[in-house]
């Protein structure tokens, strides 16, 4: 029914792509702590397709003006173009503090990267036709493990910078960004022979992504430890009306003369609030971890709706004001987020 050249470029393309969305939901099956759903990764993988027809467009345009030869947009301008493109994505995550380790990063940067390819190498392929069919998919392969492994690199050293410093600021992206555009070039430079550069990607990815996830569970681990433990100790405190005693009720008291009363009110039981969700956020990721379901919790829309509404109370500098207490890095604020997405995703199950 098909001709042999159709049915020869549909098993190169095979060849190529599968193994890459093999190795995704690889690394979505060994995340334990189930910190991405799979229709999240499809969802990025489908970004990362939009983002591959985007830049074929203003690749193709860049080729049309005829200010720079194909060669050397290659080497230089296409890996700024499709690393900047494809970073986007990570860096609105990563804002609204929809990631918050580096395994999360390394997956979403990952699946961006794999959908990147999927479209990438569909007009790739073809016109490696005449090299052989092993040749042209181990170079579509390596290839695809390369738009994925960059993107994941970007999104692992931005995770890691933001956490380190502590800082929101867009600086923490410049050397994730650099550092992709730097391996992207060197794939593209003409002294590789393109097979060589494939094997050499395709030993070293697994290798390093592997190391990511062992680091990147290890702190999860023990910032789950730490972190739970700090927020029993100040609940238990609440509840045995003992909180009064203890140095962070005395630092509430020491906010009287700078909050109104009823203010102050408001920012306890935010306080309180936060501490049972964020307790809840690390119970889920514990039981998780050890193979249980978790399943929805029908108080958690209210409690939600509750802390939105004493945010607006207290406002910014209430906010502020507490980050002693409860904490306000990227990964206390993603925990709350992971919640609200947990909510958002059973009330579309029960719909």
Known sequence: MFSPSIRSLAAEAGLSLLPVLIFLFALELIDTYKLLTLRRVLRTVAVGCGVALACYAL???????????????????????????????????????????????????????????????????????????????????????????????????????????????????????????????????????????????????????????????????????????????????MTAGSFSSSHAGRYLHSLENTFAPEVLGDMLSYLQLTLELSARAKGDLLRREMGFTVPPDPELPSQLKELRWLESQIGRAGKLALAPLVGHSRRDVWELEHLAAREASSAGTDH
């Open 59 to 237: 690749n193709t345009a860049a080729y049309q003006t005829g200010l720079v030869s194909p060669g050397i947009w290659a080497r230089s301008g296409a890996p700024f173009l499709e690393e900047f493109a494809k970073g986007l994505y990570i860096v609105w995550l990563l804002r609204r503090n929809r990631v918050g380790f580096m395994v999360d990063a390394a997956i979403s940067g990952f699946a961006v990267g794999a959908g990147f390819a999927l479209i990438e190498n569909l007009t790739y392929i073809p016109g490696l036709s005449g090299t052989g069919l092993l040749t042209s998919a181990v170079r579509g392969l390596g290839t695809a493990m390369m738009h994925g492994g960059t993107t994941a690199i970007f999104g692992i050293v931005s995770v890691n910078l933001s956490e380190m410093r502590a800082s929101r600021s867009w600086l923490m992206f410049l050397p994730g960004f650099a550092a992709a555009v730097f391996i992207h070039g060197l794939y593209n430079q003409p002294f590789w022979r393109p097979v060589a550069a494939a094997v050499v990607v395709l030993v070293m990815l697994p290798v390093l992504m592997s190391l990511i996830f062992w680091r990147s569970e290890r702190a999860l681990e023990k910032w789950l430890g730490t972190k739970l433990d700090k927020d029993i100790d100040l609940l238990q405190m």
